[in-house]
């Protein structure tokens, strides 16, 4: 995005790594590893404020900026809303409530402790990604006064300045995943839930989708049922993290549920152990790829899809073989099913 003013293909306003839909919600480009990556969403109604997942610590000036174009006071932002607590979702909540005097924190209740004292939560992503890799994305985590963070449990609903937003407990891309119901708009900010759709693909303004099975606790039978539950609302839209609003969404669904059982079909047939399955893994994921661009007709090549979406292949075919191993676990009675 630039800083001139444009008209995406489906018409929303883009000034300044801000896109502007309907119903006062817009999203912010967080600018985390590429430009339409990873999007921030801002809520506005009756001059104040809530704001959907924060990004990394990089993120917060883009958000400021974002709040000050929409009229928006630091001091107008009521709530930060976090769908889960991964970092690319998550890395800036300590900084941005910072930022923000007045605003409370939204997390799962399981996430809670995790805001409170991110130390467990940083080692986790360092094993993933390096600590060095980790702190270039992510920079220092900044804990939250427990006083100021709110539990999400399921079905709790706070108030917008008169608008009602809904939390629901939405497992399957990980245990500490809600999805936020907005009645007003018809609409629910999905985080990973209802999985990535890049506006790459997209064809005539036609969005596509693909779930997303990353560390740790990807879990197929309960992101059906999620997905499901989101479905039954009957909405009109769906504002993804990755990347931001699509519509079609029971042919989305569809799709999402076709590709959840490819992959998993992908990770049971591998063999091997270790590094020998991961690759196995992540090649069958890369045929899915090629299968579904001829499939969808993407706007994309095969190779360039590829090339877009290798960060998310590895990532799932990460998550993919540590769902096997849970499932290894479970049966010879290490873990609890």
Not at 45 to 60: C, L, Q, R, Y
Not at 85 to 92: E, M, N, P, T
Not at 146 to 166: C, F, K, Q, S, Y
Not at 313 to 334: I, K, M, T, V, Y
């Amino acid at each position: 995005m630039t800083a001139q003013k444009e008209q995406t293909q489906t018409g929303e306003l883009v000034v300044q790594h801000l896109i502007t839909h309907l119903h006062g919600i817009h999203a912010v480009d967080s600018g985390y590893g590429r430009p339409m990556l990873a999007a921030i969403h801002i809520i506005v109604h009756n001059g104040h404020a809530a704001v959907v997942d924060t990004g990394s610590n990089a993120s917060v000036p883009r958000v400021l900026s974002a709040l000050a174009r929409l009229g928006i006071a630091p001091e107008a932002v009521d709530w930060v809303l976090l769908t889960h607590i991964h970092l690319d979702h998550a890395g800036a909540a300590g900084s941005l409530m910072c930022a923000l005097p007045k605003a409370r924190l939204v997390v799962h209740q399981r996430g809670v402790r995790h805001m409170v004292d991110p130390a467990r939560l940083w080692e986790g992503t360092s094993a993933v990604y390096g600590a060095e890799r980790a702190f270039e994305l992510y920079g220092r985590l900044v804990p939250v006064a427990p006083e100021r963070i709110v539990a999400a449990t399921d079905g709790l609903e706070i108030d917008l300045a008169g608008r009602r937003l809904r939390m629901l407990d939405t497992p399957g891309h990980a245990r500490h995943h809600i999805c936020i119901w907005d009645e007003t708009a018809c609409a629910f900010f999905t985080g990973d839930t209802f999985g990535l759709s890049y506006r790459e693909l997209d064809v005539d303004g036609r969005a596509f989708i693909i779930p997303t099975t990353t560390p740790t606790q990807f879990d197929p039978a309960a992101m059906h049922a999620s997905i499901d539950r989101l479905l039954s609302f009957q909405p009109c839209s769906m504002y993804l993290a990755h990347f931001s609003r699509v519509t079609e969404v029971e042919r989305l669904g569809a799709d999402l549920h076709r590709l959840i059982d490819t992959m998993v079909a992908v990770a049971q047939a591998a063999r091997g152990e270790g590094v020998a399955r991961h690759v196995e893994i992540l090649a069958g994921l890369e045929q899915v790829v090629r299968e579904e661009t001829a499939r969808q007709s993407w706007a994309l090549s095969e190779d360039d899809a590829l090339e877009l979406l290798r960060m998310d292949l590895e990532l799932n075919a990460q998550g993919l073989g540590e769902w096997l191993d849970s499932r290894r676990e479970a049966a010879a009675g290490l873990v609890s099913a």
